[in-house]
């Protein structure tokens, strides 16, 4: 069974860019969960589907980002126009429900220059 | 507001070592799940152990062992006789546990790097 799949795996982009993150979660997963890490501190929570819902977004930084699920499968996260601090690695995650263990994917290092 | 503590942030042991790697956590829920994730070099978590905050017992495999107490909120990992595929970043984890819909959003440390040196 193939894992949680992201794309790309780096991405260095200028300030002003616009940068669009890939998904996969494992096939049949309905909860989907984006994180973030930026240098140095925590790995935070972004926002949380259940199929193509927004269960919670409360954890996105600005309306610069924007995260979709169409069709409940794959997911993508744009950013635009990008910022500096925007820099980090982005984590993707997914679960079979709500109140079991989420599998990450290996992340997309986004560099912001 | 949830927060987890990994105060230890680089530790380094040779090889057959025993290593304990702490996590504190603060909640105001009484009911959660603890986590361990393992980030090896190349970069994916991977997932090592929950434990519901009704569980207290202590859970050992192979040479991983966890031990929960919640009257001192730590939710402490050991690896006995390291070896150097166990060199990674280590992060604790937790999150409530909704009785309905909610989002399980995990709350992180800022994770340890063990270096298991040969």
């Known amino acids: 069974e193939a894992g949680v799949t992201q794309f790309p795996s780096h991405s260095v982009i200028e300030k002003g860019q616009t940068v669009t993150l890939r998904c996969d979660p494992i096939?049949?997963?309905?909860?989907l969960y984006w994180y973030r890490r930026v240098m140095g501190k925590e790995i935070k929570f972004l926002l949380h589907?259940?199929?193509?819902?927004?269960?919670?977004e409360s954890g996105m930084p600005n309306n610069r980002f924007l995260a979709e699920r169409t069709g409940g499968t794959y997911s993508t996260l744009k950013v635009q126009p990008a910022e500096l601090e925007d820099s980090g690695v982005y984590f993707c995650a997914s679960s079979h429900s709500e109140n079991t263990e989420a599998f990450f994917g290996q992340g997309t290092r986004l560099t912001v220059v | 507001a949830q927060k987890v503590t990994q105060a230890q942030t680089e530790i380094s042991v040779v090889e057959k070592e025993d290593v304990t790697l702490d996590c504190v956590y603060e909640?105001?829920?009484?009911?959660?799940?603890l986590f361990w994730y393992k980030q090896p070099p190349s970069g994916e978590l991977v997932f090592l152990i929950r434990r519901n905050s009704f569980d207290e017992q202590n859970e050992i495999s192979g040479r991983y062992s966890w031990n929960f107490q919640k009257s001192t909120s730590s939710f402490n990992f050991t690896i006995t006789a390291s070896q150097v595929v166990d060199s990674a970043v280590y992060f604790c984890a937790l999150t409530e546990i909704y009785s309905g819909a909610g989002s399980y959003q995990l709350t992180f440390g800022k994770g340890t790097k063990l270096s298991v040196i040969p």
């Open positions: 589907f259940v199929k193509e819902s927004k269960q919670d």
């Open positions: 909640t105001r829920d009484t009911t959660y799940y």
């Open positions: 096939s049949g997963h309905d909860n």
